[in-house]
């Protein structure tokens, strides 16, 4: 069995960055949510986008039930089951009986704004024993202090990197750092890891320009160099530019720079970037979504169409499935 298992990340499917990491009797599941990009091109997500949500949206829920601890490195709504989720992310009260043993080891919500607030001290009322984290070691566990989501001074906030000490390596999840601010990385360094997981910049963002996606490049390589596996994945593989950006780096480095998918032994299935696509490929009739909000259609007919008709989603199936 693996002990480190990557549950969903854009090349899986969906937006997240949850793993689930088990060592001696302790299964920690970091940042137990997910969500689809609500429009993209001027679509909601497809029904084929929505059938994967479906299936990896109760895994992670069955994994939850059986965790020992859970961690919350930020309180977007891709990173945990917060109330006022909608139909594709994980809602609170469908979970929050399985909360109450766990141990939940979160992010500060000090300089946080009053939503992100409400959704930690919702999940603090859940749980029996919820610990405010950074700065914070516990056995074979460490928490850092806050790092930008992203540039230096984001309006996105700040998140808790975690770091476990397992039998035989270290591994850092280091959630949505972007790779876009250089102390960062020194600071994931210093934490002498052997494996890291983190989100990449996002360049389906117009904001996002040729010299920003260069000085990320740099930091990727950088931060390859020090660890044998650095997996790179979430908000960089919104595209299938993000895509060619990682496995350029990973012809560069002397180590390994991978997707979620490739760490899982699967091919990346990028199905956000690829929503125009399937549009074309599998039509939706009209008012298909407001129908399925109301439990009046399902997904069932689009998840076998993709398996018989994607060349690359039914190993992706198969892995999500199991």
């Not at 989501?149 to 972007?178: N, W």
């Not at 920003?212 to 931060?223: P, R, V």
Request: proline residues 3%; charged residues 25%; neutral net charge.
């Amino acid at each position: 069995m693996r002990d480190i298992s990557i549950l969903a990340a854009e090349s899986l499917g969906v937006r997240a960055l949850c793993c689930l990491v088990e060592k001696d009797n302790q299964k920690l599941l970091i940042d137990p949510g997910i969500s689809l990009g609500y429009t993209r091109h001027g679509l909601l997500p497809h029904p084929i986008q929505i059938a994967v949500d479906e299936i990896i949206r109760e895994r992670i829920i069955a994994e939850l039930k059986k965790a020992t601890d859970l961690v919350i490195s930020h309180f977007h709504g891709d990173h945990i089951p917060f109330q006022e989720a909608n139909i594709y992310q994980i809602k609170l009260n469908n979970v929050k009986t399985h909360l109450k043993g766990l141990k939940i080891w979160s992010k500060s919500v000090e300089n946080e704004s009053h939503k992100f607030q409400e959704r930690a001290w919702n999940l603090k009322f859940s749980s029996d024993h919820f610990v405010t984290a950074e700065n914070k070691s516990v056995g074979d566990l460490s928490f850092s202090s806050p790092v930008f989501h992203g540039e230096k001074d984001s309006f996105l906030g700040e998140v808790m990197m975690t770091r476990v000490k397992m039998k035989d390596k270290i591994f850092v999840h280091a959630s949505d750092i972007q790779f876009l601010y250089r102390p960062t990385i020194d600071r994931i360094i210093e934490l002498n890891p052997d494996i890291v997981i983190a989100s990449g910049p996002p360049l389906y963002l117009s904001h996002i320009d040729q010299k920003t996606a260069a000085e990320a490049a740099e930091n990727i390589l950088c931060l390859s160099s020090k660890v044998d596996t650095l997996i790179v994945d979430h908000h960089l593989l919104r595209s299938e530019a993000g895509l060619a950006y990682l496995r350029k780096l990973n012809a560069k480095s002397n180590h390994k720079i991978i997707t979620a998918a490739d760490f899982m032994g699967i091919k990346p299935c990028l199905l956000e970037a690829r929503r125009e696509e399937l549009y074309h490929k599998f039509p939706v009739s009209d008012n298909w979504h407001q129908k399925y909000e109301k439990g009046k259609v399902n997904t069932a007919a689009y998840l076998i169409e993709a398996r018989n008709k994607l060349s690359d989603f039914e190993k992706l199936y198969k892995y999500i499935s199991r």
